[in-house]
């Protein structure tokens, strides 16, 4: 018998040849060892939720799967700010993708010429390679010439893909347009979705009073650093990526592409040459006033979402929402997360927080309940040193 290749053994086969540690990742039967080629196992991310995110009138519970220790408390923060100022009003355009056809040689006029003289049979070539997406509503909408340089071209057509993720609807819809494009087949060089979902786009705006966030003052400085996000690629860097702290987390919590996001974000963040914050806050009408606007390409159905059964759980936390309803939810998270990261920076600094959240792990750990966990807390952020034994002087002190 031949050898077999290794993407043809079992997950167990694959492991002895490996020597992998059984005992860190346990072998599964989940239909997730059939999405990818030579799995091995899953390999399994804490996964946790905001329990009320309110979102255009609607109480959410919010799943969040996240290594990084703070991030959902951080969430749970700025979505308390946030529905203390009414929730999260959001605005979402029509979910359509973009695919290009992208040609070197061939020049705009002709290419446009071309398009209008085969519209019709464009169109049917696209409802004939996907017939269900037509059936729901979506399909090809239209086709556009975009020129990238003087000898480079984009047709950039765009599909409506109503709830699903939508990448393999416009990939097969784009590789039968190009049998149309015969006549230019020395001058195109090929065909793909774009991740940059600008027919996409999802925002979340919201008004927060003073008195939530403990004063004018500290929303002042959170505007302050958020003019300075708008300005300087550092501090942009960080702030979108603690942005993204949340929206990924969701993302991925509800098995979307979370690559697909993050790369639209960025480069939708730099849309004028600049990199900029995708997020702002400003102070007006006496209130902490912020907005948060970028590409969301996300689905409630088809693909890995279907085949996750961890997908379909977090999509049942939220209530089963429609595509629309998710990148609400998701932009919201993102400027949940946003405001309560400039709300530490603008008090002192991230670590403070982290420090209360370590205290409160210790005081737990030592076996404070939880009224009492407060109180260690507090005694514990003025000792100078801290340590376990300290704790259970402080505990032993309360209790007397
Ligand atoms: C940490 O993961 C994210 C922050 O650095 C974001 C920010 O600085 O705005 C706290």
Do not use: C
């Not at 009003?89 to 040689?105: K, S, W, Y």
């Not at 405001?339 to 420090?355: D, F, S, T, V, W």
Request: proline share 4%; net charge negative; glycine share 8%.
């Amino acid at each position: 018998m031949a050898e077999q290749k290794f993407y043809q053994l079992t997950p167990q086969q694959r492991r002895a040849q490996l020597n992998f540690d059984d005992s860190a990742i346990p072998v599964t039967t989940q239909p997730t060892s059939q999405l990818i080629e030579n799995y091995l196992g899953d390999f399994a991310l804490p996964l946790g939720v905001v329990p009320n995110l309110i979102v255009d009138g609607r109480s959410f519970v919010v799943p969040m799967v996240t290594e990084e220790p703070s991030v959902v408390a951080a969430a749970n923060n700025g979505a308390k700010h946030l529905n203390a100022g009414g929730g999260v009003q959001t605005n979402v355009t029509q979910r359509d993708m973009i695919g290009q056809l992208l040609f070197e040689g061939a020049s705009a006029e002709t290419l446009e010429a071309f398009i209008v003289s085969r519209e019709t049979q464009l169109f049917a070539r696209a409802k004939a390679a996907h017939p269900s997406i037509v059936a729901r509503g979506g399909g090809l909408k239209s086709l556009r010439v975009r020129s990238v340089s003087d000898t480079q071209m984009s047709v950039d057509f765009v599909v409506n893909t109503q709830d699903a993720m939508g990448a393999n609807i416009v990939n097969t819809i784009g590789e039968a347009l190009t049998l149309e494009f015969e006549a230019f087949s020395e001058q195109l060089l090929g065909v793909i979705l774009s991740n940059y979902a600008t027919e996409s786009l999802t925002t979340a705006r919201v008004s927060v009073p003073f008195a939530v966030l403990g004063g004018r003052e500290v929303a002042q400085r959170i505007a302050a650093l958020s003019r300075f996000a708008a300005n300087d690629v550092y501090r942009a860097t960080t702030e979108n990526k603690g942005v993204f702290n949340g929206l990924a987390a969701v993302v991925l919590a509800t098995g979307n592409d979370w690559r697909a996001v993050e790369a639209a974000g960025h480069a939708y963040a730099a849309r004028d040459g600049q990199y900029r914050a995708l997020t702002r806050w400003w102070v007006a009408d006496d209130q902490l006033q912020g907005e948060l606007t970028l590409p969301l390409a996300l689905g409630t159905v088809g693909g890995s979402i279907s085949a996750l059964p961890q997908a379909k759980a977090s999509l049942a936390l939220l209530g089963e929402p429609d595509a629309p309803t998710l990148r609400s939810v998701v932009a919201a998270i993102g400027l949940a997360q946003n405001l309560a990261a400039l709300k530490a920076i603008a008090n002192g600094g991230i670590q403070r927080g982290h420090m209360r959240m370590q205290y409160r792990a210790l005081a737990l750990q030592i076996g404070a309940t939880s009224t009492e966990v407060d109180a260690v807390v507090a005694q514990l952020q003025t000792h100078p040193v801290v340590n376990e034994a300290v704790a259970r002087e402080i505990l032993a002190e309360i209790r007397k």
